[in-house]
């Protein structure tokens, strides 16, 4: 286990037992899960539940986590992509959690978060308490989305700018009602407009280097959810489907969120904190189970 990457921990929420840990999408940081934490607190506060702790990392290169030095990253593939630095991060997120003096978490991952989270179940399935999957994918990607990956590093890197990013802010026809409200697109032009370009071409590069992770899923044995926005345009309800299936052994609960795309915790951040207080309840429910 290496603690090589800085990664900024943002306490949410504190308390005893099991931690909950998000993990944020691309290209923005931990702010995106602030509402939905809000809210799975005081959901579970009115369920009568003791406060357990959240916790909502920056990744590396997101947000105020500084980006990762050559060293820490690993090599690079040919055309630029980093194949060790997904697993170099589960290993830094891995010694988070020790340093926080967990042993084990629920761990959520949204869209990019749930490469991180996969790979978590990879490399070190004893820290996994819960598992949930929102809006993602476990496959590799295809040739064109690396080389649009590596293109959008290469804009970041050349212009010093985020700007090829910045459509990420944009909504279309096709978005929920929430995603093409004038604040929710101020929001995230303000989160996107903050992040490093370095930043955005370490996060791009990482993505492109993953391996396919898809065969994970059939190894998971605790609880787990799936939450899927039915206008997602990358990760619709369909698109998740094969997820659930092959996560059958775990018995997982799956969402789907109507008027709702690809960033469902900010979309819809109550029904994302439902989804997730049922998780929490099903892992305390399992751990009494063990201690009988």
Sequence with gaps: MSSEMKIVNHVVAQGSGIPVVLVHAFPVDHRMWLECARQLTEQAQAD???????????????????????????????????????????????????DLGHTRAIWVGLSMGGYLVTAIQRLYPQMVAGFALCDTTTAADKPES????????????????VDSVMHFAQAGPQD????????????????????????????????AGRPDQSKVLDSVRVPSAVISGEL????????MRPIVDALQASRPEFTRIADCGHFSAVEHPSQVASALLALVNRVGQAALTVER
């Design 48 to 98: 009568g539940l003791e406060p357990f702790p959240i916790y909502a990392p920056d990744t590396p290169g997101a947000g105020v986590s500084p980006v990762p030095s050559e060293g820490e990253t690993g090599g690079a593939d040919q055309d630029g992509a980093y194949p060790q630095a997904l697993d170099r991060m589960a290993d830094s997120y891995a010694q988070l959690l020790t």
């Design 146 to 161: 690396r080389a649009n990956r590596l293109c959008i590093a290469r804009e970041c890197e050349s212009t010093g700018s």
């Design 176 to 207: 929920s009602t929430v995603k093409r409200s004038a604040e929710c697109v101020a929001t995230f032009t303000n989160w996107i407009e903050s992040q490093s370009p370095e930043g955005i071409a370490w996060r791009q590069r990482m993505a």
């Design 232 to 239: 997602d345009p990358s990760s619709p309800p369909e698109a």
